[in-house]
């Protein structure tokens, strides 16, 4: 069934990497990837938390999609992420507490991460759950990927310090405004000009 | 009529189930996260009282009776306070005389590289060994204080040394 398609599940998964990323080309979601990438390990947490409830809600939603009334289906798919999304919370909770209390209250509000609704409404209700899985696949490892690397230039240069491991000695004096809300503007304003630099060549 | 009726089913069948999984997660973790919860505050309780091998609660989730060899030595308190941009919470150890044996900030929302080093031994260390009489910033108490407030973060700084000399004082003991 998914053999008619024109594009190959390979390319629905790697397009979130780079030419569709998340982040940095669709622009979804950017509340939890500017507040959540303080440091390295601060946004791999959210990247694997994300990944979860990203995966999990596409293929549900790409599942169901035949049998969900279009009147009903965003009502429908905000059930479906808002479950997903408080079980990982629950399992964070449970078996990575200092992880849980440092993502805070942005675990909760993956339910409102526009990539997740954005994905479930514009591509798991319109295509086949093998699409929608690679789909989900892809804009996870994109979505975690810019995070974590937000998270590492934040902290490393905000802290001098990467993963809680110190990369940079006492003479260096850590430049505060990187961990600081400002900071996660100047990063992710930067990653997006080197972004668009490479894919205009 | 009937069409509305079918989408309302239609969306009661989704959050049962949605509804039905997470009791089942719920009931697979709730053991956990309680246990959890139960270790973090005994452990945050024997860091700043570690001569202590017991802790009585006299006051349920605020105040501990610190026990050695069956007899009290002193007291454990939780304090919650307001800082610069949320709520602070802190439990401190304090001996029969009035020193105190450390400090522990259990909750904090404070801004990052900054307020946020109230979790940090530089600044907490400080308490370890003073007489609660002791227990104010330098700078706003310089006769008696002898608490430095951390650089930039004054607010915070001082919303936790505060609330600490309130409850140490309320709990009385030596001087």
């Not at chain 1, 965003?74 to 629950?90: E, G, H, K, M, N």
């Not at chain 1, 798991?124 to 759950?129: D, F, H, I, L, Q």
């Not at chain 2, 005389?97 to 530089?122: H, M, P, S, W, Y």
Request: aromatic fraction near 8%; charged fraction near 15%; proline fraction near 3%.
């Amino acid at each position: 069934m998914e053999m008619k398609k024109k594009v190959s599940p390979w390319q629905e998964l790697t397009k979130g990497l780079f030419r569709e990323n998340p982040i940095l080309i669709i622009m979804l979601g950017l509340c939890g990837a500017l507040a959540c990438s303080t440091d390295a390990t601060n946004g791999a947490g959210m990247g694997i938390a994300f990944t979860f409830v990203m995966i999990c809600s596409n293929v549900v939603v790409s599942l169901i999609r035949k049998i969900t009334p279009n009147q009903i289906r965003i009502p429908v798919f905000i059930t479906v992420i808002s479950t997903f999304v408080t079980i990982i919370d629950y399992a964070m909770k449970a078996y990575a507490p200092s992880l849980s209390q440092s993502l805070g209250v942005f675990v909760p509000l993956i339910v409102v991460n526009c990539i997740v609704m954005g994905r479930a409404e514009a591509f798991a209700s319109k295509n086949g759950v093998l699409a929608s899985l690679m789909d989900g696949i892809g804009m996870s490892i994109g979505f975690g990927v810019v995070i974590t690397l937000m998270g590492a230039i934040r902290e490393f240069f905000g802290a001098g310090t990467l993963f809680g491991a110190q990369v940079l000695g006492a003479w260096y004096p850590p430049v505060l405004i990187f961990v600081l809300p400002p900071g996660a503007f100047l990063v992710i304003g930067f990653l997006m000009a080197i972004q668009q630099r490479i894919m205009k060549r | 009529m009937k069409g509305t009726l079918k989408l309302a089913i239609i969306l009661f069948i989704v959050c049962g189930l949605a509804a039905g999984a997470l009791g089942f997660v719920n009931a697979a973790t709730k053991d956990r996260i309680a246990e959890y919860a139960r270790i973090a505050k005994l452990e945050a309780l024997k860091k700043v009282f570690p001569e202590a091998d017991e802790f009585k609660e006299t006051d349920s989730g605020k105040a501990w009776d610190a026990v050695k060899g069956g007899s009290s030595i002193g007291s454990v308190h939780l304090v919650a306070t307001q800082g610069y941009s949320g709520p602070i919470e802190a439990v401190f150890g304090m001996r029969a005389d009035g020193t105190l044996t450390g400090v522990r900030v259990l909750l904090q929302t404070e801004t990052a590289g900054l307020g946020a080093k109230i979790v940090g031994d530089k600044f907490l260390g400080q308490f370890a060994g003073r007489l609660r009489s002791e227990v104010a910033l330098t700078k706003d108490d310089a006769a008696n204080g002898r608490i430095d407030a951390i650089a930039a973060a004054t607010i915070s700084s001082r919303a936790v040394t505060k609330a600490i000399r309130a409850a140490a004082d309320a709990a009385g003991g030596g001087n």
